[in-house]
């Protein structure tokens, strides 16, 4: 017998599972499975890293002020309504620890982000997944699951790993359909990659159940730095606040952050280049008979005939050094999401699969 046992939910939890970073038999990979930016950081960041590396023995700011400023001028957005985790993950821990507990549902979408049904255990709540509609989300249907118990709905937007994104209209539609007790989480964490996209802001500056979250991991190539943030209602920012640490950001979290959010000429750099490879990779697999939908991030889902080709291909491409993420838990067993590379590396993956096809005709 135990003599202690866990808060309601902790075991249900089914670990997260990254993407893979090694190959047996090779020494360099080229890993195109957890979304990073091949480009790396962006250089201003890890001068101001350098730069800040002496100063690690004082402790950081708790109030972020400078960064939320500096996120707030990048974006034109208000700094009061800024709230900045340990990557956007710990803001979306936040959210749902704050506003839902045992009893409660949080919604999230049938493709959504293998996190969110981890999250919702934390806070005790009941996850409720609702189905997509040929691999984009379908309002209805998360209108259609919502209940009294409802306290928060998940959105990734656009999708991971579908690549998709609803229309301003449909999210509108969604934002206007929810109760307005029900918190509208929009997860952005590609936007920058969708052209034309804001994220979520208008609706953020227009409700008082949004928050937007979004990310320094994708395009400002800090991953591993672990840092993100949500824009919500003051009043909503207030409450998380209560229950984020109150040095939960390092000074090199906090002086790279700074920096990077004011190097736009790299987001558009990264970008730009993203764009490139994304239409040259997506057309190389439709030419090799290998199915994907158009991409608004800077992965693509491609879709084999059956599971078995889906192996079939990661191991070609394995054979060669190059990882990709299988994508069975997210609901597609014949799918491999595939992170858009530099030139050269979204060669490779074109080469490798062209002659994967070859060796099969
Ligand atoms: C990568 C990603 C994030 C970013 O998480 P961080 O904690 O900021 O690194 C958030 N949501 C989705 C759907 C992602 O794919």
Known sequence: MTKFSPQPGIMEIDLYVGGKSALAGHAEVLKLSSNENPLGPPPSAIAAMQEAAPRAHLYPSTDHAALRHAIAEA??????????????????QFVTQAYAGPGDEIIHTEHGFSMYPILTHMAGATPVRVPEKDRVVDVDAILAAVTERTR???????GNPTGTRLSDAELTRLADGLPGDVILVIDSAYAEYAE?????????ETRDNILMTRTFSKIYGLGGLRLGWGYGPRGMIEVMTRIRQPFNLSVL???????????????????ALNADQRARLTGALRQLGIACDDSDTNFVLARFADETQAIAADTA??????????VGGYGFPEGLRITVGDEAQTGRVIAALTRWREGMA
């Open 152 to 158: 928060i709905v998940l959105l990734t937007n656009p």
């Open 75 to 92: 974006h034109d957005l208000d700094p009061e309504r800024i709230i900045c985790g340990v990557g956007s993950d710990e803001v979306l």
């Open 253 to 271: 979290h906090l002086a790279a952050g700074e920096v990077a959010a004011r190097d736009q000429d790299w987001v558009s750099h990264c970008a």
């Open 317 to 326: 491409l394995q054979s060669e050094g190059i990882i990709v993420r299988r």
């Open 196 to 204: 034309g996209y804001d994220g979520g802001k208008s609706l953020a």
